[in-house]
């Protein structure tokens, strides 16, 4: 996979706003692999830059919100470090080749452990991070050690890992790594970007530790409660 340039230069770039404050970290990991291409891939960028958007329009979610991107297919490439939302750089992923959840997952796990280190040593305490895994597919590696890690940092309350489902998605394979499924249905991301807005905001107004009151997901998303599972 090919390592895309950034469009902001990273030393312009603040690596946290308002550090006296909490922070939230949020890092989406995307499947770019060859069923994404045409409509699915596209929507998706437009989906991620209108969300950036949006959310830019609430200065109180604008300050404690750090977003990151991982693409994967074969490889996996992080194609936006953790940043402020409003630094955040346009996103136009590219589709091509397999699927392979280990190395992205890792990665992501990672970074947000890395990033609330960061914003400790900051003097910000840090919200509970969260994880976004969106695929249309499933692994095509063995996902036993990486599920078990997913499941360690969850139990330990370290991260809120949440996976999207689209079109043929294998939804057994999601199951072993979280509770918290959604299907798509169709290749329009707008409600889900929305609902992911809006939880930010929700996540704004509480204390790190407290349960925010997510929104009710709704329009083309729902929640995968089939009992299939991948051996």
């Given at each position: 996979?090919?390592?895309?340039?950034?469009?902001?230069?990273?030393?312009?770039?603040?690596?946290?706003?308002?550090?006296?404050?909490?922070?939230?970290?949020?890092?989406?990991?995307?499947?770019?692999?060859?069923?994404?291409?045409?409509?699915?891939?596209?929507?998706?960028?437009?989906?991620?830059?209108?969300?950036?958007?949006?959310?830019?329009?609430?200065?109180?979610?604008?300050?404690?919100?750090?977003?990151?991107?991982?693409?994967?297919?074969?490889?996996?490439?992080?194609?936006?470090?953790?940043?402020?939302?409003?630094?955040m750089n346009p996103v136009n992923?590219?589709?091509?080749?397999s699927t392979k959840f280990t190395?992205?997952?890792?990665?992501?796990?990672?970074?947000?452990?890395?990033?609330?280190?960061?914003?400790?040593?900051?003097?910000?305490?840090?919200?509970?991070?969260?994880?976004?895994?969106?695929?249309?597919?499933?692994?095509?590696?063995?996902?036993?050690?990486?599920?078990?890690?997913?499941?360690?940092?969850?139990?330990?309350?370290?991260?809120?890992?949440?996976?999207?489902?689209?079109?043929?998605?294998?939804?057994?394979?999601?199951?072993?790594?979280?509770?918290?499924?959604?299907?798509?249905e169709g290749t329009d991301f707008?409600?889900?970007?929305?609902?992911?807005?809006?939880?930010?905001?929700?996540?704004?107004?509480?204390?790190?530790?407290?349960?925010?009151?997510?929104?009710?997901?709704?329009?083309?998303?729902?929640?995968?409660?089939?009992?299939?599972?991948?051996?």
């Amino acid at each position: 996979m090919k390592q895309k340039s950034y469009d902001k230069n990273q030393e312009e770039t603040p690596r946290i706003i308002s550090a006296s404050e909490s922070h939230m970290a949020l890092v989406f990991v995307l499947d770019v692999s060859h069923s994404m291409r045409g409509t699915a891939i596209k929507q998706l960028n437009e989906g991620l830059n209108r969300f950036k958007e949006e959310v830019c329009r609430d200065k109180q979610t604008k300050e404690i919100l750090d977003v990151a991107i991982i693409e994967f297919s074969d490889e996996y490439n992080v194609v936006q470090p953790f940043v402020p939302i409003e630094f955040m750089n346009p996103v136009n992923l590219e589709a091509g080749g397999s699927t392979k959840f280990t190395g992205p997952i890792r990665e992501a796990i990672k970074m947000v452990d890395e990033r609330s280190r960061f914003y400790r040593r900051s003097g910000s305490e840090p919200y509970k991070p969260w994880i976004l895994l969106v695929t249309d597919g499933g692994p095509l590696d063995d996902i036993t050690e990486v599920t078990k890690e997913v499941w360690d940092m969850q139990d330990d309350g370290k991260v809120r890992f949440i996976a999207l489902g689209v079109g043929g998605y294998h939804s057994g394979s999601l199951k072993k790594l979280t509770d918290v499924v959604f299907r798509m249905e169709g290749t329009d991301f707008t409600s889900f970007f929305d609902w992911v807005g809006k939880s930010m905001r929700s996540v704004s107004t509480t204390a790190p530790g407290e349960k925010p009151a997510l929104p009710t997901i709704g329009g083309n998303i729902t929640r995968d409660i089939s009992d299939i599972f991948w051996s």
